[in-house]
């Protein structure tokens, strides 16, 4: 049973910093994407970024050169480093998972990941 389990979210005035985490567990680790996703209050779902098992990523274009997305073998844990934060960076925002190639799913849509997480707030301030 897959499990993926945040952390790290809270209140920020904008141009801070968060980093969330999300721990994985009861996966088989071949062909693994793992990536976040956010949805506001009244807004759609929105695929931030994502991190392929070799390493490689891919993001929205509206976190590019903000947010870096990264992760720990040995610990099973993926991150998100957010930088500059915005108000609009405001939202619930969620870990996500799937047996697949991220590079098949460029669109980061969230309905392409098979398991997500409970979520974890992240609210910014001006």
């Known amino acids: 049973q897959v499990q993926l389990v945040e952390s790290g979210g809270g209140s920020v005035q904008a141009g801070g910093s968060l980093r969330l985490s999300c721990a994985a567990f009861?996966?088989?680790?071949?062909?693994?994407?793992m990536g976040w996703f956010r949805q506001a209050p009244g807004k759609e779902r929105e695929g931030v970024a994502t991190i392929d098992s070799d390493g490689s990523t891919i993001y929205a274009d509206s976190v590019k050169g903000r947010f870096t997305i990264s992760k720990d073998n040995a610990k099973n844990t993926l991150y998100l480093q957010m930088n500059s934060l915005k108000p609009e960076d405001t939202a619930m925002y969620y870990c996500?998972?799937?047996?697949?190639?991220?590079?098949?799913?460029?669109?980061?849509?969230?309905?392409?990941?098979?398991?997500w997480g409970q979520g974890t707030q992240v609210t910014v301030s001006s």
């Open positions: 996500m998972a799937g047996y697949l190639i991220c590079a098949a799913v460029p669109a980061l849509n969230p309905a392409d990941f098979g398991y």
């Open positions: 009861g996966y088989t680790y071949s062909s693994w994407c």
